[in-house]
């Protein structure tokens, strides 16, 4: 990786020469590590110059709108694979065979339900508790039951905790909106697929038995699969920078769940639904549109753009389908659905838009999709937190495999000098 040198002149440290990192994609890369030793270091806000980590997992090219997961093209997976099969990837970097994914997906399902004391913790929440303020205890909470014994250097240890982490997640946010609403718990059913099992214990009731339709299953399926990594994001670091410790991961994975709640991060299409009821009616968009024209105006539109891909999203692409999929098979007619799909209609054709590549993202679809199977909008987060969990898992374990080193980042102080204390009292 080492390809080359540069050399750099900072004050008193003439002809500094740092090593040039050559990726397998992407731009190449100046190794600052040793910048310290010159009695120097680097300011950069929100490290978005700078690479905290070496990692294989998912590349991502926002100008040419490319994604990719061990070097599978996203479209390819959400077109050709399930969500467990991603799964799979992630975790070993390749695709598995028909006998190696049989066995992955029993051990995945061997792990579905969680410890009864769990169901009698979530009493210790109000009712009125938002999602994933409750996911985020909950998931912190296993690692209460999951620590005795545990070598986070061990492998088989970490492939058993990736294994629980994965099965227990539906579980335990299905449990949450069940909390919410009042209703009893579902049990898990192993005979279901992933996003069908995740189905049911949300919507099936003691009461009638609840038969998952298949293109909705289709439809979380494709959408766990298009948020099930997304490199080194805010939630991401977290769970590496976390983890750098020696952390218990449950605990890592709790702290990654607290990053993605932000409206900036996972919260955005839960953001999009907020936007969307403050538009009302197709009437008022011109009046809405025109308002995220004006500079001096602080309405924003969410769901379009996206900080990374400076060209169309490319999960946007295969959730657009998805979303019109959903829609002709509930034949939902809803007036904010209808005001979603004419801001679609007109981002996709008014200059204003083109010009400054503010399409629809992967947020403004899944938003969409999740409103229209009858999803609180108060859940649309805890869906992408069972959705992140393999790639936080995944970037979780790599850490570890290659040698981590705990993190400790520098800071530019701007306080007081040294000075002398005297009471004032």
Same mark, same amino acid.
């Given at each position: 990786?080492?390809?080359?040198?540069?050399?750099?002149?900072?004050?008193?440290?003439?002809?500094?020469?740092?090593?040039?990192?050559?990726?397998?994609?992407?731009?190449?890369?100046?190794?600052?590590?040793?910048?310290?030793?010159?009695?120097?270091?680097?300011?950069?806000?929100?490290?978005?110059?700078?690479?905290?980590?070496?990692?294989?997992?998912?590349?991502?090219?926002?100008?040419?709108?490319?994604?990719?997961?061990?070097?599978?093209?996203?479209?390819?997976?959400?077109?050709?694979?399930?969500?467990?099969?991603?799964?799979?990837?992630?975790?070993?970097?390749?695709?598995?065979?028909?006998?190696?994914?049989?066995?992955?997906?029993?051990?995945?399902?061997?792990?579905?339900?969680?410890?009864?004391?769990?169901?009698?913790?979530?009493?210790?929440?109000?009712?009125?508790?938002?999602?994933?303020?409750?996911?985020?205890?909950?998931?912190?909470?296993?690692?209460?039951?999951?620590?005795?014994?545990?070598?986070?250097?061990?492998?088989?240890?970490?492939?058993?905790?990736?294994?629980?982490?994965?099965?227990?997640?539906?579980?335990?946010?299905?449990?949450?909106?069940?909390?919410?609403?009042?209703?009893?718990?579902?049990?898990?059913?192993?005979?279901?697929?992933?996003?069908?099992?995740?189905?049911?214990?949300?919507?099936?009731?003691?009461?009638?038995?609840?038969?998952?339709?298949?293109?909705?299953?289709?439809?979380?399926?494709?959408?766990? *699969?298009?948020?099930?990594?997304?490199?080194?994001? /805010? +939630?991401?670091? $977290? =769970?590496?920078? @976390?983890? #750098?410790?020696?952390?218990?991961?449950?605990?890592?994975?709790?702290?990654?769940?607290?990053?993605?709640?932000?409206?900036?991060?996972?919260?955005?299409?839960?953001?999009?639904?907020?936007?969307?009821?403050?538009?009302?009616?197709?009437?008022?968009?011109?009046?809405?549109?025109?308002?995220?024209?004006?500079?001096?105006?602080?309405?924003?539109?969410?769901?379009?753009?996206?900080?990374?891909?400076?060209?169309?999203?490319?999960?946007?692409?295969?959730?657009?389908?998805?979303?019109?999929?959903?829609?002709?098979?509930?034949?939902?007619?809803?007036?904010?659905?209808?005001?979603?799909?004419?801001?679609?209609?007109?981002?996709?054709?008014?200059?204003?838009?083109?010009?400054?590549?503010?399409?629809?993202?992967?947020?403004?679809?899944?938003? *969409?999709?999740?409103?229209?199977?009858?999803?609180? /909008? +108060?859940?649309? $987060? =805890?869906?992408? @937190?069972? #959705?992140?969990?393999?790639?936080?898992?995944?970037?979780?374990?790599?850490?570890?495999?290659?040698?981590?080193?705990?993190?400790?980042?520098?800071?530019?102080?701007?306080?007081?000098?040294?000075?002398?204390?005297?009471?004032?009292?």
């Amino acid at each position: 990786m080492n390809d080359d040198k540069v050399s750099v002149e900072v004050g008193n440290a003439k002809n500094l020469e740092l090593n040039l990192l050559t990726p397998s994609l992407g731009n190449q890369v100046i190794d600052v590590s040793k910048l310290g030793n010159s009695g120097y270091f680097t300011f950069d806000p929100g490290f978005t110059s700078t690479a905290s980590c070496e990692s294989k997992i998912t590349y991502i090219d926002g100008d040419n709108g490319i994604l990719l997961h061990r070097g599978f093209p996203i479209e390819q997976l959400a077109k050709e694979a399930s969500f467990l099969e991603v799964c799979y990837i992630l975790l070993n970097g390749e695709a598995p065979g028909k006998e190696e994914f049989s066995k992955f997906e029993r051990d995945i399902k061997h792990h579905t339900m969680v410890h009864e004391q769990i169901h009698r913790l979530f009493n210790g929440f109000r009712r009125d508790s938002h999602p994933m303020a409750v996911l985020c205890g909950v998931t912190g909470a296993l690692a209460a039951f999951y620590h005795q014994g545990l070598d986070v250097e061990n492998p088989e240890h970490r492939r058993l905790t990736a294994y629980r982490l994965l099965s227990k997640m539906p579980t335990v946010a299905a449990m949450c909106y069940k909390y919410s609403i009042g209703h009893p718990f579902v049990q898990p059913k192993n005979k279901l697929s992933y996003a069908g099992n995740f189905l049911h214990m949300m919507f099936a009731t003691p009461a009638e038995e609840y038969v998952v339709n298949p293109i909705l299953e289709k439809a979380m399926d494709k959408i766990m *699969i298009l948020h099930a990594d997304h490199e080194q994001n /805010a +939630s991401t670091s $977290t =769970v590496r920078t @976390a983890g #750098s410790s020696g952390a218990n991961p449950f605990a890592c994975i709790a702290a990654g769940i607290a990053s993605l709640w932000g409206p900036a991060h996972g919260g955005a299409n839960e953001a999009c639904l907020k936007m969307l009821e403050e538009i009302k009616t197709v009437e008022h968009i011109p009046e809405y549109i025109a308002r995220a024209k004006d500079k001096n105006d602080s309405f924003r539109l969410m769901g379009f753009g996206h900080r990374v891909y400076k060209n169309y999203d490319p999960r946007a692409t295969v959730m657009r389908e998805t979303c019109h999929e959903v829609l002709n098979e509930l034949g939902i007619h809803d007036d904010l659905l209808e005001v979603a799909m004419e801001l679609e209609r007109i981002a996709l054709n008014d200059p204003y838009f083109i010009e400054r590549k503010l399409y629809p993202n992967v947020d403004f679809y899944s938003g *969409i999709i999740l409103k229209a199977m009858n999803i609180p /909008a +108060s859940m649309f $987060t =805890v869906i992408f @937190a069972i #959705s992140r969990t393999i790639g936080w898992i995944s970037h979780w374990i790599e850490m570890h495999e290659e040698g981590m080193k705990i993190a400790r980042p520098r800071q530019l102080y701007t306080g007081y000098v040294q000075r002398d204390f005297k009471s004032k009292l």
